[in-house]
């Protein structure tokens, strides 16, 4: 099955299952059953492939043998899984890991965990996920496994592309590609090598999202030349669903026209639940052909789609899609309704982003991780070498990673610094007139006697708010999430800007306002948004109003 074809795996299976005495050899049986299974799967015959399901769980060995029932209910819990049935595939994954428990296999158990870790992630429960994934890596980094490694990696990569930690999704991705080329560098394994043409897809997705453009067409291309007929029909419709959303990204229509057009040929099958995935991807076609009614039925499709199943994150992308389509067609009712039922749900992601579990948990696995590699480090050198050896290596080990990070950083800074140089010249008079009035931190407040300022900063941060909404399509939260000017706290399970909204109002504006907040805002907006010429005249308005009163009141105190 790893060497060979689909189709010759099953007349192999075939045989040896009719050569085999079942009644004298249950546990083979059962096994060949169990893997016929996954054969048919990947030939598209998931009738057949139930059958050998049903058959198995009939069978006395199902209730004698924990290792049948421990892959069986493996198996059944992963159909729920893809149908994104995520409540019975939890069922079924628990049940699996109390025989993973029972039997102490420390195998099973890392499967397990990393099968619970997907289904948690799914139902948003982001911290229980991080958890059972950090258990899962412990397991298998133990074990050695370079695959079962590498499948754990893009799962955490994928959790954190889903959280908008897209530095570290782009990590664990490159690691797990690593252990990826190391597995099949040394073994032959066909549905490895299937799976890596999903992580190629990754890469490409997250280095799309980062703009590193070189990147995303190497790994796109890599998409292209792992595509083969060893894919199941799971298999073929993400990668093609991921190339086409490349596409789409770059505004490669045409490209994409064809890898839709493939796709299309699937809305008639039940045997797969990406139809909302599908339909999206026509309704951004056709809203590029600039045909509104289709692309307005098409989302409708993918709403009917999306809201039968429990995948969140699906929601919250088809929503806010949803919104801008019919809001950019006369339609602002239904673009208010899809807006909050967009915004209602990435407040619970914006919850588990900043959640402090989550960020201690990805610190323990980092840190994990460090100290198995240094370990690993010690254990091979200790033959080799003496302590004094070890301690000088450890320290170079450490100064370099610290002057990778630092390389990193700097890059990563320059590159930003290239991307913002372009405003340096909408902003550096406000700049200079800034340096000029900053003589000390005190100088950072304004006399509460200011009536005139007050209301210029209220008036300013209104506007700010109403023209982020307008062209954002999202809220103040956002804002100051994007920002970093603005504190976000959590009260009552709701995200709030308890300083933000001081601004907007005289009556809640306190004695002494930090004024260089508000010019902040404009700033940010002005960089960040694309206004209208009479929008960002209105900024640079307000931007200029309040520097000529502190200056004014600068020198009269």
């Known amino acids: 099955m790893k060497q060979e074809s689909a189709q010759l795996s099953k007349v192999f299976c075939e045989q040896k299952l009719e050569q085999v005495d079942r009644t004298l050899n249950p546990l083979i049986t059962a096994k060949l059953m169990l893997a016929l299974y996954d054969i048919n799967l990947d030939l598209g015959d998931s009738q057949t ?44 994954f628990e049940q699996a890991f109390v025989i993973a428990q029972t039997q102490a296999s420390e195998l099973w158990l890392g499967k397990s965990y990393n099968d619970l870790a997907i289904v948690e992630e799914m139902l948003t429960n982001y911290s229980n996920a991080l958890i059972y994934y950090q258990k899962s890596l412990t397991i298998k980094e133990k074990l050695g496994n370079n695959l079962y490694i590498a499948i754990t990696l893009r799962n955490l990569g994928l ?48 280095y799309d999202i980062t703009n590193d453009y070189h990147k995303r067409y190497f790994y796109s291309n890599k998409i292209l030349e792992a595509y083969s007929d060893n894919l199941n029909k799971i298999d073929l419709i993400t990668a093609l669903i991921t190339l086409a959303s490349i596409h789409i990204n770059a505004n490669e229509f045409e490209p994409a026209s064809e890898v839709i057009n493939t796709l299309s040929e699937h809305l008639n099958s039940d045997e797969h639940s990406f139809h909302d995935d599908i339909y999206l991807l026509k309704s951004k076609l056709a809203k590029h052909e600039v045909d509104d009614l289709k692309a307005i039925e098409y989302i409708e499709e993918a709403i009917k789609y999306s809201d039968s199943n429990q995948d969140a994150l699906q929601k919250m992308k088809i929503y806010r899609y949803a919104s801008e389509l019919y809001y950019d067609n006369g339609h602002p009712y239904e673009a208010i309704v899809y807006l909050k039922k967009y915004q209602a749900l990435h407040e619970t992601l914006l919850e588990a982003k900043y959640s402090e579990n989550i960020n201690i948990i990805q610190r323990e696995i980092e840190n994990e991780r460090i100290q198995r590699a240094l370990v690993e480090e010690q254990v091979i050198n200790q033959a080799k070498t003496l302590k004094i050896d070890k301690l000088v290596n450890l320290s170079l080990i450490i100064t370099s990673i610290s002057l990778l990070i630092g390389f990193i950083i700097s890059l990563y800074i320059v590159k930003k610094r290239k991307a913002q140089q372009h405003l340096l010249t909408v902003i550096e008079s406000h700049k200079q007139q800034l340096f000029l009035l900053s003589n000390d931190e005190s100088e950072q407040t304004v006399s509460p006697s200011s009536q005139p300022l007050s209301e210029l900063l209220v008036s300013t941060m209104i506007d700010c708010i109403a023209l982020w909404e307008k062209t954002t399509q999202t809220n103040k939260v956002e804002l100051a999430d994007r920002s970093k000017i603005w504190k976000i706290s959590v009260d009552s399970g709701r995200l709030r800007t308890r300083s933000l909204d001081k601004y907007l109002s005289l009556k809640k504006l306190p004695d002494n306002p930090r004024w260089r907040n508000v010019v902040k805002t404009c700033h940010f907006i002005l960089s960040e948004c694309d206004l209208s010429d009479n929008d960002r005249s209105l900024l640079t308005t307000h931007l200029n109003q309040i520097m000529l009163q502190v200056k004014s009141e600068s020198m009269e105190a």
């Not at 908008?164 to 073994?187: G, P, V």
Request: glycine share 2%; hydrophobic share 35%; proline share 0%.
């Open 49 to 92: 492939a139930e059958s050998y399901l049903v058959t198995i769980k009939q069978s006395d060995e199902f209730n004698k043998s924990d290792e049948i029932q421990y892959l069986w209910l493996r198996k059944k819990a992963t159909q729920h899984l893809y149908k994104r049935e995520y409540l019975l595939a939890k069922d079924l």
């Open 159 to 206: 959790m954190y592309q889903n959280l908008e930690k897209y530095q570290e999704a782009q990590q664990y991705f490159e690691l797990s590609l690593e252990h990826y080329l190391i597995y099949t560098r040394d073994n032959v394994d066909i549905h490895a090598i299937n799976a890596m043409s999903h992580l190629y897809g990754d890469l490409a997705a997250i």
